[in-house]
């Protein structure tokens, strides 16, 4: 972060992949200008950002339609930046085919301590690079089930439009992209700063980070007894179910469930119940004034410590110091 009380408290350098999809990318950098300045003047003044490639550009999306570029990777100064976001290309196999192209730029970049955000299938990019190794994923629901074969060892974020992981951020591309800059945004500026703009978009509000799409027809996993069971999880979350309690309501039983779960997710049914539950409440810590001992009532825990004691072991942080940098 920079020390001058007059410099942008958040600078970023984007980087959009060659045949980069134009909707989040659009998205993420108009949620950037409304924040930036105040009005609607669109200076860089608390947050700035510059368009980085491997050459002087420019670069064409999906679409045909090209963006300039501000900097070339070899003159680029990382330790001038925050964070290094990634626009994926126009399918997963050719982001990953980039890798050997982009993998020096991402090491300089983590060199420099930058965290690396990847947007849409640049997931895909980070994977192949070896970046994303021990890291938790959100991604495009198309993407999930390649990905998950390409790269069985790394963990997904089910039904996550984004997802923050240490020094690793990923989005699932689209409009999710106004979400995670709205989060990214809060942690630099503040909820108010963050959230501005948000009606001139045309935009009611943040999503929770689980979101599942109204608009996705059918079931996306094909077992019954998991689908269910995701459904359980979201439907009595506040009641606090027990899995063996999911099992039994399923069907099935407790061991069968969590092979389930560990075949799908790359973890336990009880993990799975976790990690929902520390989404959900760092969103609500976040996007609203609930008192934590109302958001661990919400979530199924019961009393403000258990939450305090789990979200303490799932983001580094607890629950208020979470809330003052946001």
């Known amino acids: 972060m920079p020390s001058d009380p007059t410099a942008p408290v958040l600078r970023l350098l984007l980087l959009p992949l060659p045949d980069f999809a134009l909707l989040p990318f659009g998205a993420f950098i108009d949620k950037l200008r409304f924040s930036a300045d105040d009005d609607d003047r669109s200076r860089q003044r608390h947050c700035r950002w510059s368009l980085l490639g491997l ?63 990847s947007i849409d299938n640049g997931s895909f990019l980070l994977a192949q690079a070896r970046l994303l190794d021990g890291y938790r994923v959100a991604l495009h629901w198309r993407h999930v089930d ?10 997904v974020a089910p039904d996550a439009l984004y997802c923050f992981d240490r020094d690793r951020i990923s989005c699932a591309g689209g409009t999710a992209a106004i979400d995670m800059a709205v989060a990214l945004l809060a942690r630099h500026c503040g909820a108010a700063r963050a959230s501005k703009g948000l009606a001139d978009m045309l935009v009611d509000g ?64 009880h993990a799975y119940l976790q990690g929902m539950r520390m989404e959900i409440a760092h969103w609500r810590l976040l996007n609203s004034a609930h008192s934590v001992a109302a958001i661990a009532d919400e979530i199924g825990l019961g009393n403000a410590g258990s939450l305090r004691r789990l979200y303490a072991q799932h983001y580094g942080c607890t629950p208020g110091e979470a809330r003052r940098r946001g």
């Open 55 to 117: 050459d002087d550009g420019p670069v064409a999306s999906s679409s045909g339609v090209s963006v300039n570029l501000d900097l070339r990777a070899d003159a680029a100064d990382f330790g001038a930046y925050d964070y290094l976001v990634i626009f994926g290309s126009r399918s997963a196999e050719a982001a990953r085919a980039l890798a050997p192209r982009y993998a020096p730029l991402l090491r300089a970049a983590r060199r420099h301590g930058l965290p690396l955000v």
């Open 146 to 155: 390649e990905f998950r074969q390409a790269f069985p060892r790394i963990a």
């Open 206 to 269: 943040v999503r929770p980070l689980s979101h599942r799409l109204r608009s996705h027809g059918g079931a996306p996993h094909t077992n019954r007894y998991l689908a269910r069971a995701l459904t359980l999880m979201r439907e009595t979350l506040r009641d606090a179910p027990t899995v063996d309690a999911l099992a039994r309501q399923c069907g099935v039983g407790r061991r069968h469930l969590d092979r389930l779960f560990q075949a799908e997710f790359g973890m336990s049914a």
